[in-house]
Every structure is written in C-alpha cells, then in structure tokens.
C-alpha cells in the first residue's frame, strides 16, 4: 500500500483526472520566461511600474513563478472582468501605499533568447482609485 501511495504521488493521473493537480510546477520550465507586469497611470501622466513582487511573496512549487505568472484569470483568454476587478485592487494598493494612479494596464512579458515581448493583457480605467 505504501509503494502504491508513493507512486500515485510521482505519476501523474491521466487526463480527466489531473487537470486541477499541479503538476506542471515540477516540469522544466518553458524556454521563454513569461511574466505578468502592471503599469499604473499617474496624475502627471506618467507610466509607473506597479512593484507586483512586493505584493506576491510566495512562489508556486520549486518553480520561480509567483502567482500572477499561474493564475489562469491573467494566462488564458477572456477574464476581463477579473482582470478588471484585479486593476482595482493594484489601484487601491497603490493608493495606500501613496502613489494613486487612474488607470492600469496589465502586460505579458515573454523574453526569449535575450529578446523581449509585449503583450497587452488589459488596460483598465480606474476612476474611483485616483482624482483626475
């Protein structure tokens, strides 16, 4: 019994039964590093970096990735309502940590081979965040 707990441990399950375990955070990681950054617009209309490693301490298994780089809301398609409802709430973090800003855009960053991609994930306007 216990070399069959310690292999169910090891193994993946097949297909209909594994989707929702965490297995891919034992894999390799990918050849590109993939991350997720947010910018926030100031009164000034600058663009600022929103510091989402100073909110996001723990790292998702033996991996580097923290948990905006896994969540499915900001990697899969769709889910702009979540993206919005989490543009809020980097809104009001910034806010309290006394740099309002009224709008964020959330980006993918990809680099590969010293080269780096940009993608747009979402601007958002938050106008209850920041006076304009």
Known sequence: MHVGILVRGLVPAPAPWSAGLPWAMFRVPPAAEVTIAAEGLDASGHWLEI???????????????????????????????????????????????????????????????????????GHFEVPDAAPR
């Open 51 to 121: 510091p989402l490693r100073s909110y996001f301490h723990f790292t998702r298994g033996w991996t580097d990735r923290r948990v905006p780089e896994t969540s499915r809301y900001l990697t899969r398609p769709g889910y702009k309502k979540e993206r919005a409802a989490f543009a809020r709430w980097l809104a009001a973090q910034m806010e309290a940590a006394g740099t309002p800003v009224r709008a964020v855009r959330l980006l993918r960053r990809s680099t590969r081979d010293g080269a780096v991609h940009m993608r747009s994930l």
